[in-house]
């Protein structure tokens, strides 16, 4: 098996991911599809075995975790190219999924993420959320909107990543980069926030918000005057504020409301579709948190539709709507109908039609 043809392949066809799975050819991710490496033969347990070897260069450290925990999240530097890689097991043998991280950084402005979340990163403090399901290009914005932070405002910015995919090197800025995981810089993300307040920094960036702990931390840090930009596995706006509030007890969900309505400054959700051309389009939703959002949140019970509501009623100020963002980009003839209706419910389809056809209105009238 030589896995340097394959990754070589992979950088010449611009893959996004590697898949190597035992009883199967090396598969590659290019714009959403999987295709196998052409020439490749079907991978065997050795196979497996010596990939493992391989990836893992006789590190103890990350033997240990990977006997101990059964999977190990690692970077990789192949010919220049940082690889983010996953390593677990199926039916006892190693599977791995290498993610291909490009050097270059693609300019802020070319990634179809609306202007409003740049401009916010000039809040002197409060707390910012990129959010979307896997493969959704969070982490490219969350990198974007550091090299932009880097690039134009003198601050001193702490990363805490698992594991570090952009190597950032400080310009205007002060950048640390710190990688969280066992025998790593820090142990565990909510570590690496609680030491984050000893460290003077003005902008936290935390690569994943995945527990209460790390939650907790993130708002001791917003709360204390800084600016902390994250990340979460949500779908939409309003499911990130549902699932920040159920990381608590019930009994504390209305401090834990108030906080979030004081501290919360904005949250933009994507997703990555193919578009008529075949490339990804990215579909943003936005959410400024205005004082009417904000009171949203404090109420008793929330209200997924309210926030969804606010969200179409509050455009003035920066805020995007999903149906708004779809019909943007079928009006640009970038996305299909059906892949715009396929994103939203059946109940919303009369408000995607109306919004589509006033967006015409629109650019005929100009």
Known sequence: MNLDKVLDEAMRLDASDVHLICDNKPMLRIARDLIPVEGSKILTPEDMSEIYDYLVEGNVDKDRVFSES???DMSYVYKDIRLRVNISLSDDIPLCTLRLIKNELPPYESLGVPDIVRRMTYQPQGLIL????TNSGKST???ALINYINENQNKKILTLESPVEYKHHSKKSL????EVGYGKDSLTFSDGVKNSLREDCDILVIGEIRDKETMEAAIEMAESGHLVIGTLHTKSCAETIDRMINFYEVRDQASIKYLLSALLKLVVSQRLLKGRDGKLVLIPEVMV???IVAGIIRK???SVSEI????QSNLEKGSIGLINSLAKLFVEDKITLD???SQIEEKNIETLNRTIMQLKIKHQSK
């Open 70 to 72: 059964r999977k190990l």
């Open 141 to 143: 914005t969350l990198n």
């Open 300 to 302: 008793e019970k929330l």
């Open 175 to 178: 950048i640390v980069q710190k």
């Open 308 to 311: 969804e509501d606010a969200i």
């Open 289 to 291: 948190v205005d004082n």
């Open 130 to 133: 990129v959010t979307g399901k």
């Open 339 to 341: 892949l715009a209706k």
